[in-house]
């Protein structure tokens, strides 16, 4: 069984430009979801996935956008990025919108220089 | 005010010591997980419980769902055991994370 795989592990962005970091769901999984965490900070919510359709989402804007495809693998994109979207982002999969626990990947850290 | 809060938030033991970090939130909640993150910054799922107590090796998590409070403890720990300790509560479907603890464990 195959854990979570997130890609790249490490980017570099320049203000205002776009963004897709991708994930890979554990075998069985059908949820995925994404946190930002910034330095020093705990993961801040952005969006779940459940089966293909987004089931939740936190207090980011609309410029955060994601897909959920029927291998139940995620995309997370960010346009126009802002300084301040530097962070560690994660990705977490899960069966059943995590109610039998989580599993997570390394995480994509994102730099916007 | 935040809706988990962690104590201590951070924490230095010597080898051997009994560790305990406590988790209060003021949400309703079906679980809650107790994560283990490492500075390279990936993320171990150590427990997930919803009432009473689990045990896992040296690990020992306990809640108690009235109270709205979990604690997690290490017996007997080790310097491997240093890395941030997150307790993090399932609301609606996500999970909102603690700030964290930080534990160093000393020789």
């Known amino acids: 069984e195959t854990g979570v795989t997130q890609s790249p592990t490490h980017l570099i962005k320049t203000r205002g430009q776009q963004v897709t970091l991708r994930c890979s769901s554990q075998s069985g999984h059908n949820t995925v979801s994404w946190y930002q965490q910034a330095l020093g900070q705990g993961p801040q919510f952005i969006f779940q996935?459940?089966?293909?359709?987004?089931?939740g989402r936190g207090n980011f804007p609309p410029r955060f956008s994601g897909l959920q495809f029927p291998n139940y693998s995620s995309e997370l994109n960010v346009n126009a990025l802002e300084l301040d979207d530097s962070a560690l982002y994660l990705c977490a999969s899960s069966w059943d919108r995590g109610h039998y626990g989580y599993t997570f990947g390394s995480g994509t850290r994102l730099t916007v220089v | 005010k935040n809706e988990v809060e962690q104590s201590p938030q951070n924490l230095t033991a010597q080898e051997g010591e009994f560790i305990t970090i406590n988790c209060s939130y003021s949400?309703?909640?079906?679980?809650l997980h107790w994560l283990q993150q490492h500075p390279g910054g990936g993320i171990v799922s150590l427990f997930m419980l919803s009432s009473g107590k689990k045990k896992h090796g040296r690990l020992i998590a306990t809640i108690n769902i009235q109270e709205k409070h979990s604690s997690l403890h290490i017996t007997a720990s080790h310097p491997r055991d240093s890395a941030v300790y997150i307790c993090?509560?399932?609301?609606?479907?996500?999970?909102?994370f603690g700030t964290g603890t930080r534990l160093q464990v000393f020789p």
């Open positions: 993090a509560p399932l609301n609606t479907d996500k999970l909102i």
């Open positions: 996935y459940y089966r293909e359709e987004e089931n």
């Open positions: 949400v309703g909640i079906s679980a």
